[in-house]
């Protein structure tokens, strides 16, 4: 039936070959009868031999400023070599990764035998002894933009990434076909791999022929739309949000495979974080509201629930392309510290930090990455409203204050013009009763008269007077 819908609704689309999003079905559509050879056969086109997904780590602060991964410091050559130590790549290689991630400077290998080009080797050594692959990333210094980005730079580094046999690809700082021109020209059968974002996808293919550049999806970006939150409600709301989303980017991973036949690396983007609040203490930072209630989400069974699903939602549609890098290793803070007995996420930058990820118990295993869609099957469940022993149930309505409004400070309703005021109440009327002689009674006692109005009788008139509320005891 589902195979059904899908094809009445989204195969008579137009210019579908056009339209990255327009198969997307919560991760549910999966594109067939594709124009290309290579995704229609289920060809052998990836980065690694076998078709075999890339799950990658990226080794975040080592030579490209991370200051909320490296505690606002930028790490000499000596702290980097201490950071990423022989034994967190047989950790990494223990948990199912294949590959390390490392971004470097465009300009490292322009000058030969520096201490920066000496540490990358000495990584990518320690990567290779643990039977890890690696992606080499070239950035950009910040004072400059990509157009800046020197012919010689790109030529030093493709040559030498093409000389370690540990390197599968390198990432150019831009899709400026000059500079894929020169990385091929020293680096005849290196992997290329070209930056873009979803704005930029449907643009990317005509301007490459070469079968071995592949897309690199950069999904980091987080802007204000995203990342505010004004209470607790709001922010279960954003994780929620961020849950579903994360299942729609299985259409243009396929999208691009199919129609581009270019396949898709996730560079950078996969991590827990659903807001900013890891760069808090960088200059500049804006905190809209989302990161003062954070000690919230710590020991709450929601939150661990939910960051679950999406752990398992964005590593279902990653992998459907040809692999991935989560955004970090660890903390710098970490260094030396083999104790992880509390295994808990109590700061906002470890939800970007694999091995604490893993450590709390919220990734899946990366040895057994599935395809079959069981992650995105069902939407995100939609309990954020009901509240757990973190934060209490959404209030019920406020009453009816009619042409007012009720006000939630006060716990009473406002008005602009005041209803008018109440009248008083009405008295009760009075209860009369005739006093009895105790002699009337032939004798009997009169036990008492209790909660009632008791009467005398006036001397003075024949009938009966009112005397005051009050209990009597008459013996």
Not at 377 to 404: H, I, Q, R, W
Not at 416 to 426: E, F
């Amino acid at each position: 039936m589902l195979d059904m819908y899908t094809q009445a609704v989204y195969a008579s689309s137009d210019n579908n070959d056009e339209t990255p999003f327009g198969c997307e079905v919560g991760g549910l559509a999966m594109l067939t009868d594709c124009p290309s050879s290579s995704s229609s056969d289920g060809g052998n086109k990836g980065l690694l031999v076998k078709d075999d997904v890339v799950r990658s780590v990226t080794l975040a602060g080592a030579f490209v400023p991370a200051p909320w991964i490296t505690g606002g410091k930028i790490l000499t050559m000596d702290e980097v070599r201490l950071f990423y130590t022989a034994s967190d790549f047989h950790d990494m290689a223990d948990l199912g990764v294949n590959a390390v991630q490392i971004p470097v400077p465009c300009d490292v290998f322009y000058e030969k035998g520096n201490e920066i080009e000496a540490t990358v080797t000495k990584l990518l050594d320690r990567a290779t002894n643990a039977g890890l692959s690696a992606i080499l990333v070239l950035v950009p210094d910040r004072s400059d933009t990509v157009a800046h980005v020197l012919q010689e730079h790109i030529t030093a580094a493709a040559s030498y990434a093409a000389s370690n046999p540990t390197i599968i690809a390198l990432q150019l700082p831009s899709s400026d076909a000059q500079l894929v021109g020169i990385a091929r020209s020293n680096a005849a059968e290196l992997a290329l791999l070209i930056p873009t974002t979803k704005s930029q996808i449907n643009t990317i293919y005509p301007l490459f022929e070469d079968t071995n550049v592949f897309a690199a999806l950069q999904l980091a970006s987080r802007t204000v739309a995203k990342v505010a939150s004004s209470d607790s409600l709001s922010d279960r709301m954003k994780l929620f949000y961020h849950e579903g989303e994360s299942c729609t980017y299985r259409s243009p991973i396929e999208w691009l495979k199919c129609y581009r036949d270019m396949p898709v690396y996730v560079s950078s983007g996969f991590d827990l974080a659903i807001d900013d609040c890891h760069q808090s203490g960088e200059k500049g930072f804006m905190d809209y509201g989302q990161c003062n209630r954070f000690d919230e989400t710590i020991h709450s069974g929601w939150w661990e629930r939910h960051r679950q699903s999406l752990a398992s939602r964005q590593l279902f549609s990653y992998s459907l392309g040809i692999g991935w890098s989560f955004t970090a290793w660890k903390m710098y803070d970490d260094i030396g510290s083999d104790d992880k007995s509390d295994n808990i996420i109590d700061v906002p930058a470890k939800l970007l930090c694999l091995r604490d990820v893993v450590d709390a118990g919220l990734m899946p295993s990366l040895k057994t990455v599935r395809k079959s869609g069981m992650a995105c099957l069902n939407g995100p469940k939609d309990d954020f409203a009901m509240g757990d022993e973190t934060v209490a149930p959404t209030p019920s309505p406020p009453p009816d204050c009619g042409n007012g409004w009720w006000n939630s400070t006060t716990l009473q309703c406002d008005y602009w013009v005041p209803p008018p005021p109440t009248p008083p109440p009405t008295m009760a009327p009075a209860i009369y009763a005739r006093m009895v002689a105790p002699w009337a009674v032939g004798g009997a006692v009169v036990a008492s008269l209790v909660g009632c109005l008791v009467m005398k009788k006036s001397r003075a008139s024949v009938g009966y007077s009112p005397i005051d509320n009050i209990n009597l005891s008459v013996e």
